[in-house]
């Protein structure tokens, strides 16, 4: 199993990102996603997830209406658009793989996260 | 939202020496628990879920107990490579929230 994210990078208060996780070795149709956030330093906050065919989604309280996260099966990829970007977003974005092809909300495999910068 | 608190915050212990984390829920999780560890520089890595059972490829020195609102992760005998950071997090109730995490290092 292996799990790449992609996208970060410093980004201005207000501004948008996209965030990609390109999933190999497994049958990633199959298995529900998520991204999980650590701010430096500090610990891990559950930010999105996604069961395997999208038909069930939900967020962190703290990034509802400003997150979306989706997937593309046929391109094995994860994405998270974060639009509306706050300092407080700042953190590593980890992509985490879900044991089930529903929500369980644990995480069997992780990627090695993503640097989000929120700085004007 | 559950909150999950963990103790001690640091715990100093010498190589080949018996570990024990704490792991409170603020309500019941039944046995919804799973502990992760994570090296510095590194993503966290799953260790043990439903409370007690092991993750591929987790050493047995790793043993997870308890039920309810009250966790336990044991490592019988530190090596090297468990000098780390261990979060325990629940995914009974949505959404699945992290304690704060106990800092387990070389004494």
């Known amino acids: 199993v292996q799990l790449v994210e992609s996208g970060g990078g410093l980004v201005q208060p207000g501004r948008s990102l996209r965030l990609s996780c390109a999933a190999s070795?497994?049958?990633?149709?199959?298995?529900?996603m998520h991204w999980v956030r650590q701010a430096p330093g500090k610990g891990l906050e559950w930010v999105s997830g996604?069961?395997?065919?999208?038909?069930?989604?939900g967020y962190a309280d703290s990034v509802k209406g400003r997150f979306t996260i989706s997937r593309d099966n046929a391109k094995n990829s994860l994405y998270l658009q974060m639009n509306s970007l706050r300092a407080e977003d700042t953190a590593f974005y980890y992509c985490?793989?879900?044991?089930?092809?529903?929500?369980?909300?644990?995480?069997?495999?992780w990627g090695q996260g993503t640097l989000v910068t929120v700085s004007s | 939202e559950i909150v999950m608190t963990q103790s001690p915050a640091t715990l100093s212990v010498s190589p080949g020496e018996r570990a024990t984390l704490s792991c409170r829920a603020s309500?019941?999780?039944?046995?919804?628990l799973a502990w992760y560890h994570q090296k510095p520089g590194q993503a966290p890595r799953l260790l043990i879920y439903?409370?007690?059972t092991r993750a591929t490829g987790v050493p047995a020195r790793f043993s997870g107990s308890g039920s309810g609102t009250e966790f336990t992760l044991t490592i019988s005998s530190l090596q090297s490579e468990d000098f780390a950071v261990y979060y325990c997090?629940?995914?009974?109730?949505?959404?699945?929230?992290f304690g704060q995490g106990t800092k387990v290092e070389i004494k």
């Open positions: 985490a793989k879900d044991p089930s092809p529903y929500q369980l909300l644990y995480f069997d495999y």
């Open positions: 070795g497994f049958t990633f149709a199959d298995y529900a």
């Open positions: 996604i069961s395997w065919n999208s038909g069930s989604i």
């Open positions: 309500q019941s999780v039944s046995s919804n």
């Open positions: 439903g409370a007690s």
């Open positions: 997090q629940q995914y009974n109730h949505w959404p699945g929230t």
